[in-house]
């Protein structure tokens, strides 16, 4: 697949980029939550989260799946049974669990069952995993709403989150880091235009330094 030939090589030369997604934060952390998705590629879904005020940072990484400690070689096999996802810290003051989950419908397609454009497998479904009971009756009731803006049954898994591995430094801050890439050029630049556009998220990274 096209994202995993690009990142083949990747890994050996990969600076560490993991301190710039786990931002410090001296804020109440009782005004911390936390969001889990999956909407094919992590780079695309963490490049859209961190363009929104009030996200404080975002990790890619995997769940929903069986395999302790994956690898990102062992996802794409297809046999971890995880999913890409992004983790997603916010101030709950300045944006909500249901805000987070309208950018999610608008920012991958949630109708094509295990795949994203030409990114093809379960590892790139389209997943909440939800962190409680709350989270999951949010997740639910906003699915129902969403349906209305999509002629497909929206396939999107709703699960809990039993465990989140984050996943190689060199997929942290990937867009913002290999912009000049083509996949960044051909799929991760439009849907970031196309979000801006529609004034869902801001240009550039809104996330504290």
């Known amino acids: 697949m096209m994202k995993a030939t690009l990142t083949t090589l990747l890994a050996a030369g990969a600076l560490n ?5 786990q931002s410090t934060n001296v804020m109440n952390t009782n005004q911390i939550e936390t969001a889990t998705f ?4 992590f780079w695309c879904m963490e490049a859209v989260y961190e363009r929104l005020p009030g996200v404080l ?3 890619s990484g995997y769940a929903g799946g069986h395999t302790v400690n994956p690898t990102y070689h062992q ?3 297809g046999d971890t049974g995880h999913a890409e996802v992004t983790q997603i810290k916010f101030d709950a003051t300045k944006i909500s669990f249901a805000q987070l989950l309208d950018v999610f419908w608008q920012a991958h397609d949630p109708t ?4 994203q454009g030409n990114d093809e497998g379960t590892q790139y479904r389209s997943i909440i995993l939800y962190a409680d009971e709350q989270q999951k009756l949010i997740a639910e009731k906003s699915k129902l709403a969403a ?3 999509f002629f497909k049954p929206i396939v999107t898994e709703i699960v809990p989150l039993t465990k989140f591995y984050p996943a190689e ?7 913002d880091a290999h912009g000049h890439e083509p996949y960044c050029q051909l799929v991760i630049a439009p849907k970031l235009e196309k979000l801006e556009h529609k004034e869902i998220i801001k240009p550039t990274v809104q996330m504290p330094k």
């Open 147 to 149: 349906q209305a803006n």
């Open 112 to 115: 094509t069952l295990n795949r």
């Open 169 to 175: 430094d060199y997929h942290q801050g990937y867009f």
């Open 17 to 21: 980029f993991a301190a710039a997604a």
């Open 38 to 41: 999956g909407g094919g590629c």
């Open 57 to 59: 940072s975002v990790t």
């Open 75 to 77: 996802v794409c096999g």
